[in-house]
């Protein structure tokens, strides 16, 4: 398959329908039938359903930008007013005006339609329903520039409920934002969902640390009353039907073999699945030569070296030292211990490591197995792990004998900087 570079050089494709980055919609959306339909008969049923107002969790690479772009979608084709933003950076409500004088600018003065500039009442109302265009426009004229964001949502949100619509407000990144305003934001949905009873619905997205600092915040009460939906990885089934779609809708070929090495390969993990398969397609040479296991083996190698990357050290980049402290005692077990064993090695109370054990396996770090024991989970694997605490020791050793060599050098009597020694 040929196609066009943007410098006007000719490329060849693979035409694979793999999409190995955070947040892009796969070819094939698999496993989240569930949580997407509840969420849409959430934000069908208006205010009054508790899901009107959800925050998604999920681990990275889970899949939560995708739950987002897919209720986004919907919502626009309904015709509601989607802002969408996310809470990476400081200033958020500034982009969440951004986007609402975005979506006023963008209402067009003559509605698009027929060659001549009429537009049925049948066009307007299928595309975006009734009288649509025009209270938007009306919005252009209506709207001050230097209203605060919670005076702008609720103005919207009167005009969507007079004109059978709604606005729905979607921020990912939860986890990222800034304390100070996300409080002031829980404020402002609180005063114009909750206490107005306004169409005004919120869906946000976080990792699943949201559970035990955002909503755990007691000047965070909208966002914890918010209905939660914990996305999980998925199963072995769901992973398989996957694979054998958007293989098949590439045009490529895998054996039943490959398919279920994929699968077993993936973890279940979203963004590891897109990652193998585009690997595995590559190195097979798709799709004019088989996916094989060979080129499942090799992928799973390269696959790894990515999640490495891009989900396991940021993860344990984002831990506390508390957290990390565990995890170590794990490695150093072999990646697995029973409580008890874990109540003589950690010198904490019983009450404080089943609280960090119950976060660390929200994150995805442990799993607990039936006979009470735990072990590392599949977002922190023994290999990645076991080498980082290597990495730390090594560098330890390294101080120390640094150390080691200063206070054995000989005296020349020259003065010493009493901060020399800090590090």
């Not at 772009?69 to 626009?76: G, L, R, V």
């Not at 509601?80 to 975005?102: F, N, Y």
Request: charged share 25%.
């Amino acid at each position: 398959m040929n196609s066009r570079h943007l410098l006007g050089r000719t490329q060849n494709t693979s035409g694979s329908l793999f999409t190995p980055d955070f947040g892009k919609s796969p070819h094939v959306l698999v496993g989240r039938d569930e949580p997407l339909e509840a969420l849409r008969d959430g934000l069908d049923n208006g205010p009054d359903d508790p899901r009107f107002t959800t925050i998604i969790m999920g681990h990275r690479g889970s899949g939560k930008t995708v739950l987002l772009n897919e209720i986004e979608n919907d919502a626009a084709s309904a015709g509601w007013i989607v802002l969408s933003t996310d809470a990476v950076t400081p200033g958020i409500h500034e982009r969440i005006s951004e986007a609402i004088q975005e979506h006023i600018d963008g209402a067009p003065e003559t509605p698009p339609g027929l060659p001549d500039g009429r537009i049925s009442q049948r066009e307007t109302e299928t595309r975006l329903g009734p009288s649509m265009l025009g209270w938007r426009r009306r919005l252009r004229t209506e709207m001050n520039g230097d209203w605060s964001v919670q005076r702008k949502l609720a103005h919207l949100g009167r005009h969507a409920e007079s004109n059978d619509s709604a606005v729905l407000l979607t921020i990912d990144e939860l986890q990222a934002g800034n304390r100070t305003e996300l409080r002031r934001l829980n404020a402002d949905l609180q005063h114009i969902t909750k206490r107005g009873d306004l169409p005004v619905a919120f869906v946000g997205a976080g990792l699943p640390s949201i559970g035990y600092t955002l909503l755990r915040d007691p000047k965070m009460t909208f966002f914890q009353r918010c209905h939660d939906d914990t996305i999980d990885l998925l199963d072995l089934q769901s992973a398989m039907s996957f694979y054998k779609r958007t293989i098949a809708d590439g045009g490529g070929d895998a054996s039943a073999k490959a398919i279920s090495a994929l699968a077993q390969a993936s973890a279940g993990h979203p963004f590891k699945m897109q990652v193998l398969g585009q690997h595995a397609w590559q190195i097979a040479g798709a799709p004019n030569s088989p996916i094989d296991m060979q080129s499942v083996e090799l992928a799973s190698v390269s696959a790894e070296e990515r999640m490495r990357e891009r989900v396991y050290r940021p993860l344990w980049t984002s831990l506390s030292e508390r957290h990390k402290s565990i995890l170590r005692v794990l490695v150093a077990h072999g990646g697995g211990m029973t409580r008890s064993e874990m109540g003589s090695a950690v010198s904490r109370s019983k009450s404080d490591i089943s609280n960090l054990l119950r976060e660390l396996h929200t994150s995805g770090c442990v799993e607990h197995a039936p006979n009470r024991s735990v072990h590392l989970g599949a977002l922190m694997p023994f290999s990645f792990l076991n080498d980082v605490v290597e990495d730390e020791n090594t560098y330890e050793v390294s101080r120390e004998m640094e150390r080691a060599a200063r206070e054995d050098a000989p005296d020349t009597g020259a003065a010493v900087d009493e901060n020399d020694d800090a590090g």
